[in-house]
Nanobody
Framework: QVQLVESGGGLVQAGGSLRLSCAAS????????MGWFRQAAGKEREFVAA????????DYADSVKGRFIISRDFGKSTVTLQMNSLKPEDTAAYYC?????????????????WGQGTQVTVSS
């Protein structure tokens, strides 16, 4: 299995940027499709972004498309979520996820490994 540890959350003003990182350890990093989900207080968890195991394809929720960028570094076994033009509605706990095999998914039940989460708060 794979262990995931997120970092980089914090408090930022609207319009600002944050960079989330997720360090993966355990099994072969390149065998996993990686992604990010988020959950705001009192709301259901939602898909944010995903990147295929070879890094060749990315997918984004409509709400973040054009503002967020997901990438992965095979040498460091990390996946990064660069978040720009942040809005108060982006406030949530962000979770790094991993799914063994090829293909991406927007369904949280298809991701078998989850990090502990990192809080992002965007003030207006």
């Amino acid at each position: 299995q794979v262990q995931l540890v997120e970092s980089g959350g914090g408090l930022v003003q609207a319009g600002g940027s944050l960079r989330l990182s997720c360090a993966a350890s355990g099994r072969t990093f390149s065998a996993y499709t990686m992604g990010w989900f988020r959950q705001a207080a009192g709301k259901e968890r939602e898909f944010v972004a995903a990147i295929t195991r070879n890094g060749g394809f990315t997918d984004y929720a409509d709400s973040v498309k054009g503002r967020f960028i997901i990438s992965r570094d095979f040498g460091k076994s990390t996946v990064t979520l660069q978040m720009n033009s942040l809005k108060p509605e982006d406030t949530a706990a962000y979770y790094c996820v991993a799914r063994y095999g090829s293909g991406y998914s927007r369904n949280d039940d298809e991701y078998h490994y989850w990090g502990q989460g990192t809080q992002v708060t965007v003030s207006s």
